[in-house]
């Protein structure tokens, strides 16, 4: 288990290392200006141009625009080039929203994904499997930012509900009750929109883990001694079919990460999302370099935790 954990975080080291050099390249290779004033602005003197361009080291190779990044961003000295403030504290104001939204999309996409999945099996070749399949290739096939404008337009029109940001403004609370339930709305309704896919696609994976071993040898041999149908289902079929939708959860990070980008600009949502897309509008190479490598630091962290969840959950696998 240690050597493979170190084998692991040497092999997720070399990937960020790659991911970051990728991504800097990217980003600052793509047309555009980094100036917060804009770069024809004829009310900035050359004088001031070049202070700013040393300040931020943007007179320099992009090689050594890289290393003086990635040692500001180690040192927690890096700086947004849009309003100075140091990047990682404000990532840090916006990554506690973006995980309660995830962590919430996620909890939903597995528990009504696993509902899903099983009510599929128990009416395995009939009328309910067949529309909750039909159902799924659907979900699976929606757009994000089409469902989030859906509901953003059918909340606010039919019930007047406010949708948008973190929480309602200019309203007083009479409680911390309130206010928690207020809070706890504006993450639910773009964490729905956000699980719509992973719930398809998770109930669709169990379905055929599920159906596939209930042509097994141990199921008829459970069947056999009398057990209930429940009992099959559940304490046989369900325990052996969802140790690989564990697996699952280590590619369904990246989607939902990936997802909130959009879902969070469209809901207002203050999270890195968002962050990361105002950053990309004004090409504030320092936000996106840091956020692309937090955001890979995180996906490679599910996969890893995904994998040891997996062995967990069957004793079977030997992780040497």
């Not at 800097?24 to 141009?49: A, D, R």
């Not at 699976?140 to 469902?147: D, E, Q, S, Y």
Request: aromatic share 12%; proline share 6%; charged share 20%.
């Amino acid at each position: 288990m240690i050597a493979f954990l170190v084998r692991r975080c040497l092999v997720g080291v070399v990937l960020l290392f790659l991911i970051s050099v990728i991504s800097f390249f990217i980003i600052t290779l793509t047309p555009g200006s980094p100036y917060p004033w804009g770069e024809l602005n004829p009310k900035i003197s050359p004088e001031v141009k070049e202070a700013y361009r040393k300040k931020f080291h943007l007179d320099k190779p992009l090689l050594q625009q890289y290393g003086f990044i990635m040692r500001d961003l180690f040192s927690g000295e890096l700086r947004s080039i849009k309003d100075q403030r140091p990047v990682l504290r404000k990532i840090g104001e916006r990554l506690p929203a973006t995980v309660a939204l995830n962590a919430l999309s996620l909890a939903l996409s597995l528990s009504f994904g696993l509902w899903l999945g099983v009510y599929a099996v128990r009416h395995y070749g009939r009328f309910p499997d067949v529309v909750t399949s039909v159902l799924a290739f659907v979900f699976i096939a929606l757009p994000g930012f089409w469902v989030s404008y859906l509901a953003v337009i059918g909340l606010v029109d039919f019930t007047g509900a406010p949708i948008l940001g973190l929480q309602t403004y200019g309203v007083k609370y009479p409680g911390l009750a309130a206010e928690f339930f207020d809070r706890f709305w504006h993450v639910a309704v773009p964490a729905c929109v956000l699980a719509i896919g992973g719930v398809a696609a998770q109930s669709r994976f169990l379905r055929a883990t599920m159906s596939e071993a209930l042509r097994e040898d141990y199921i008829r041999t459970a069947r056999a001694k009398g057990l209930s149908e429940d009992e099959v289902l559940y304490k046989h079929a369900l325990r052996n079919s969802i140790r690989p939708l564990v697996t699952g959860i280590g590619l369904l990070l990246p989607a939902l990460i990936s997802g909130a980008v959009i879902i969070e600009n469209i809901f207002a949502y203050p999270g890195i999302g968002r962050l990361g897309y105002e950053a990309v509008l004004e090409r504030d190479y320092p936000t996106l370099v840091a956020l692309n490598f937090i955001v890979a630091a995180l996906v490679l962290l599910g996969n890893l935790i995904s994998d040891l969840l997996y062995a967990w959950v069957d004793p079977r696998v030997r992780i040497e």
